[in-house]
């Protein structure tokens, strides 16, 4: 079946550092999406690409929907503490007549004060 | 705006009896989707309804069902619950038109544990 393969598995940093993870599927996608998730909580999304080579920013987040379509990445600027989380990249591939999303195996990020 | 919302937040079931999971959708959204994700693990598709039926479904058994209603809330139901269930069951709700009628919001979850 169709995979998302994301990296790095977890990210140790200290505050203030760039962190960089992403994405690579074997398919096509219509959709990248990266969502935040913190322990007990569903995720909650951060930054939806639509198009290929799309650069979207929110904040100190900044995405990009791969030219290929079959990638993505995120960039956190100037990491602070309540940036720990788990971080999930999600596609809708072509193939898919429905809204299904497929999921990252997740980036869990921990920040050193 | 009202986000998502599931209940209940947390579930104990035994082996072999049935649960119903419920959402309502974010304000404005009208399609539904059901997703499982276990301890470590990305959520998986279970299935989406749209307009009240089902559009799709993943790779689960015809034990896990649901429905939506009118007013696009929706419900899962899994009969015959094993131990492998246990999970956090998300519901994420999507489709308020244009370009971006696909993005889908997620609730907080239900945490269902099988014994």
């Known amino acids: 079946g169709q995979q998302l393969n994301q990296s790095p598995q977890s990210m140790f940093i200290q505050e203030g550092e760039d962190v960089s993870m992403n994405c690579t599927s074997s398919s096509i996608f219509n959709t990248w999406l990266w969502y935040k998730q913190d322990p007990g909580e569903g995720p909650v999304l951060l930054i939806a690409l639509y198009k290929a080579g799309e650069l979207t920013s929110n904040g100190r987040l900044t995405a990009q929907f791969g030219i290929t379509r079959k990638d993505s990445f995120l960039n956190i600027s100037a990491s602070i503490p309540s940036d720990v989380g788990i971080y999930f990249c999600?596609?809708?591939?072509?193939?898919?007549?429905?809204?299904?999303?497929?999921f990252g195996q997740g980036t869990t990020l921990q920040v050193k004060p | 705006e009202t986000g998502v919302t599931q209940s209940p937040t947390h579930l104990i079931k035994t082996r072999g009896q049935q649960v119903t999971l419920r959402c309502s959708s974010q304000?404005?959204?009208?399609?539904v989707s059901w997703y499982q994700q276990a301890l470590g693990q990305g959520p998986q598709f279970i299935f989406q309804?749209?307009?009240?039926?089902?559009?799709g479904r993943g790779n689960f058994p015809p034990r896990f069902s649901g429905l939506q209603f009118p007013n696009y809330s929706s419900e899962l139901n899994v009969n015959a619950l094993e131990l492998d269930d246990s999970a956090l069951y998300l519901c994420?709700?999507?489709?308020?038109?244009?370009?971006?009628?696909?993005?889908?919001?997620f609730g907080p979850g239900t945490r269902l544990t099988v014994l």
């Open positions: 304000s404005g959204h009208n399609t």
């Open positions: 994420a709700s999507s489709g308020s038109g244009g370009p971006t009628a696909d993005t889908q919001y």
């Open positions: 999600a596609g809708q591939p072509v193939s898919s007549n429905t809204g299904k999303l497929i």
């Open positions: 309804y749209y307009r009240e039926e089902e559009n």
